[in-house]
């Protein structure tokens, strides 16, 4: 079993104004084969703390940590975080001309393992995975998110930890434009991953629309950078019925 600490976590931005605070004590602490879900309010912070653990240079940490089975992330860079099995949906948003979906996917699996996949095992795998997804092969040729509908990056996504099998994903929802489809993919594709390998899961939203497909073990509203209250599934079906208000009227 592995476990992601996040403890007593401060990040700061640079902005014009100066230092932004934004992250401001969070503590966090997500077990393989649990589904972890962040909530809150639009600003609360969460994108920062997804982007931080990513490693994201503009992230400036002040203070706290964040340790994988003892292991200290903040010093790793990012392809060491991807290494030691951190998956981070939104490592990879960017548009890669010239680099294909096949190509992409065979160079992370070889920074991750440290050798290139064997040809035929890995066409066999990718074919498997995309087959189980009901992607089409031509997918494979296509450039990285390069026109990808909000669908067809989130499939991309799932592809990914088909074929990466990281021991934690991060997967920050910011895309509330999903259709139907879309969700019912990524949700298939998250508790099959989890029910195979053991991923645990922090699932970053907004909306309570995509915990109807995936039932979270532990619920996190955030607010101003903190956690203001956490609880298991019932505390989502609230939020689903009452929003933030109670939470931003407090002012937490
Ligand atoms: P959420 O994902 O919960 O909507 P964010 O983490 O995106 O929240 O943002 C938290 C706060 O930090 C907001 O006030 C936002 O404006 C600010 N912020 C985050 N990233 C940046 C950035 N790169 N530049 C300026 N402000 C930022
Ligand atoms: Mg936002
Ligand atoms: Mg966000």
Redesign the pocket.
């Known amino acids: 079993m592995s476990v992601l600490d996040i403890k007593d976590l401060r990040v700061s931005?640079e902005?014009e104004q100066g230092k932004?605070e934004?992250l401001r004590g969070v503590d966090l602490t997500i077990n393989s084969d649990e589904i972890h879900a962040v909530m809150?309010?639009?600003?609360?912070?969460?994108?920062?703390?997804a982007y931080t653990i990513a490693g994201h240079p503009?992230y400036e940490v002040d203070g706290g940590s964040i340790t994988l089975d003892g292991e200290d992330v903040l010093e790793m860079s990012v392809d060491e975080r991807a290494r030691a099995g951190l998956f981070l949906a939104m490592q990879y948003p960017v548009e890669i001309p010239g680099v294909t979906v096949s190509n992409f996917l065979r160079t992370a699996k070889t920074a991750i393992d440290g050798e290139a996949p064997r040809v035929r095992q890995w066409i066999g795998d990718v074919r498997g995975a995309m087959e189980k997804l009901r992607m089409d092969p031509s997918f494979g040729e296509r450039n990285v998110n390069e026109g990808f509908s909000g669908g067809e990056k989130k499939r991309h996504e799932i592809l990914q930890m088909e074929l990466l099998r990281p021991r934690f994903a991060v997967l920050d929802e910011?895309d509330s434009g999903l259709d139907v489809d879309a969700l019912r993919v990524v949700s298939e594709g998250v508790n099959r991953i989890k029910g195979e390998t053991g991923l645990g899961v922090l699932l970053i939203t907004?909306y309570t629309r995509i915990l109807r497909y995936i039932e979270p073990d532990h619920v996190h509203v955030?607010v101003n950078g903190r956690v203001a209250e956490q609880g298991g599934p019932e505390l989502a079906h609230r939020l689903e019925e009452e929003g933030y208000d109670r939470y931003l009227k407090a002012g937490v």
Do not use: D, Q, V
């Open positions: 931005i902005t932004k934004i809150g309010p639009n600003g609360s912070g969460k994108s920062t703390l503009r910011t907004h955030f």
